[in-house]
């Protein structure tokens, strides 16, 4: 109609710009990176937290990853081809009892291969130990690298670090200790013959068996070894962290005050 304004034409509507999200500060995780102390990694006592953590992954590793297996040989005289191989396999956390086989002997009779002994609570205990370790070995680490001032300049830091090392040096010969005894207990339970005596419904007078092969526990004696050497090294660290305590600082600075002032001789 005339008269009447028409519609002005109107301008594209303006996208406001979504903020981006703040991306996570950065600065002061590489400002605490870039002021870390590495010198104390060459100190007694930093060095010695190296070979702790080394020697206790090595410990429990070579005790979680373990496994080896027996096996025997029954004789079916009715099938001279045919004799009967027997083998079982045993591995952490050794809880021999739990390792039942079913066989299926001579003459088609199905028997189970029953063992004894559960050792698993001493195995569990030393690996829980060198577990325990090694996270405590990583938080002294980065309480020595990272955060040394609190180290340095909190007299209750190296106390509690020296009353840690103290625990783990106790935790470490009991564990050790414990699974040592275990371990024979083991070797002893496992034996062959010994398990075919404990099963003489297999092996029968008319199906006589014969060894084949022993299981091997020479990878749980280096695992003692290992447990024993943590004891020495948690044990000998003991001496580096009492110099850092007060205690020792407090003797240091009483021993010199006391000494008496060297008068010159007229």
Known sequence: MEGQPQDEPQPPPVYMEQPKPALPNLQGIQQLIAGMNTRVLKEPRGFMKILQFVFGISAFATTTSFSTEFSFRIFCPAHDNNNITVSAGIAYPFQVDTIRPVLNICEGNIKTLM??????????????????????????????????????NNPLAPLADFAAHVFFAIMWLAGSSAWANSLTALRQATEVSVIMKENPEICLPTYPCDVLSEPNYAKLVISIILGFLNLFLWGSNLWFLYKETQFFKAKTMNTDNAAPNSVPVP
């Open 115 to 152: 063992m004894r002994g559960d050792f698993s609570s001493d195995s569990r205990f030393f690996v829980a130990v060198g577990v325990l370790a090694f996270f405590y070995i990583i938080a002294a680490l980065v309480l020595y690298c990272l955060f040394y001032t609190i180290y340095e």
